[in-house]
């Protein structure tokens, strides 16, 4: 009786800490708030979002880049995941509805809800590829930059995430 009782003390102890440590480690986490305005520029659109700003870029009919900064200004260019800088106009049409903003090309469609700011991804057919985490979604910590993504659970198994240029964490995010 006493080994149990330890035993429940030691994973009493333990659930506490990690869940104490899980409080402090995004202790400085700021969410994207809700979109408060945007307009158009070169390739897409930027979005004003309580202080920070997300620009939206559509590269190619299949390639929309998507880029926060947590304080309103955009540093250098320079994209280690995509060598090519320079792209030519792209066709692709905006609309805006009451809860959400659509960018559309001959490819896919991106959906932007207002509040608070989350992206969605669609092909042409209208089928989800790819969408933010709907509590989490894109963020910041200090000038690290975040986004949680929804899973989609498909007849192969869960769908993964590689993020290549993050180095602190595990391989598969």
Not at 57 to 86: H, N, W
Not at 93 to 116: C, D, F, G, N
Not at 156 to 164: Q, R
Request: net charge neutral; glycine share 10%; aromatic share 10%.
């Amino acid at each position: 009786m006493v080994a149990l009782r330890h035993r429940f003390l030691k994973w009493y102890l333990l659930l506490t800490l990690l869940v104490m440590m899980g409080g402090c480690l995004y202790a400085d986490y700021q969410f994207l708030g809700n979109v408060q305005s945007y307009k158009r520029v070169k390739y897409g659109i930027l979005l004003e979002c309580d202080g920070a700003r997300v620009l939206i870029s559509v590269l190619a009919p299949d390639l929309i880049r998507v880029r926060l900064a947590p304080e309103g200004t955009f540093l250098g260019g320079c994209s280690y995941a995509m060598a090519k800088q320079d792209w030519p106009p792209t066709d692709s049409s905006v609309k805006e509805e009451e809860q959400e903003i659509i960018i559309t090309t001959t490819e896919l469609s991106l959906r932007i809800a207002k509040s608070p700011c989350r992206l969605g991804f669609f092909d042409r057919d209208g089928d989800l590829i790819n969408k933010d985490h709907d509590a989490f979604g894109m963020g910041w910590d200090g000038q690290r930059v975040i986004c949680y993504k929804r899973r989609l659970k498909d007849d192969v198994g869960d769908e993964k995430y590689y993020g290549l240029s993050e180095k602190t964490r595990g391989f598969e995010k």
